[in-house]
């Protein structure tokens, strides 16, 4: 468990990219996941991220506290090689929520976790976008339909509405911290989500990527 602000737990190979840093308000070391990003977690970590229309779930084994959180925007990859949203092929396997959460749930596998442990936690979805298919309720639809295929169960959600949401989550112990963010005009994180369906439809596959089948 981590004790003091000048020394952050070493991360899990592979999560070496993510921002971590000292949150002084809550005295604990934290990591900030992004729209395609994921982190998981064996040290008492905090995980927090903003969602739009997008959905984090949060995932953890309640018996040995070891969990993480996803952020993805695209529900998944159709079977045509297209993402069945807006036309446009794109093809790197973050995008996409069945990649956010298998990777999820197998890194966690990984770090020890048993599924039959796990406590499953959904937030997002939120109808950000104006003038644009509900995402977010295709995200929702699709995180719902994967759980229920996997014979995992949802624990607590807060999902839906028109208001983006900011989520500080805490694997050791499940606990959530949840505000909807009611009083700020929503355009920022409108204009960062639209800003990332351009970056998807623009960026050409990746010799490298991992595609799930």
Request: neutral net charge; charged residues 20%; proline residues 4%.
């Amino acid at each position: 468990m981590v004790t003091t602000e000048m020394h952050l737990p070493q991360p899990l190979p592979g999560f070496e990219s993510i921002n971590r840093f000292w949150d002084k308000r809550m005295n604990v070391a934290a990591a900030k996941i992004l729209p395609g990003e994921f982190y998981v977690s064996t040290q008492g970590e905090m995980i927090g991220t903003v969602l739009g229309s997008c959905i984090s779930a949060c995932v953890r084994d309640k018996v040995i506290g070891v969990g993480g959180m996803n952020h993805f925007m695209l529900p998944s990859k159709g079977s045509n090689g297209t993402d069945n949203w807006g036309g446009s092929e794109v093809s790197a396997s973050l995008r996409y929520g069945n990649w956010a959460m298998e990777y999820l749930i197998n890194e966690i596998l990984k770090a020890g976790g048993k599924r039959s442990n796990f406590e499953i936690k959904i937030f997002g979805g939120g109808q950000v976008l104006s003038n644009m298919t509900d995402i977010g309720s295709r995200n929702i639809d699709f995180v719902r339909a994967y759980l229920l295929r996997e014979g995992l169960q949802v624990h607590a959600e807060d999902v839906g509405d028109v208001f983006p949401r900011k989520v500080l989550y805490f694997p050791d112990t499940g606990a959530v911290k949840m505000k909807k963010l009611r009083s700020i005009h929503n355009q920022t994180i409108a204009q960062r989500e639209r800003q990332y369906i351009r970056n998807i439809a623009d960026t050409p596959p990746s010799a490298g990527e991992v595609e799930l089948f």
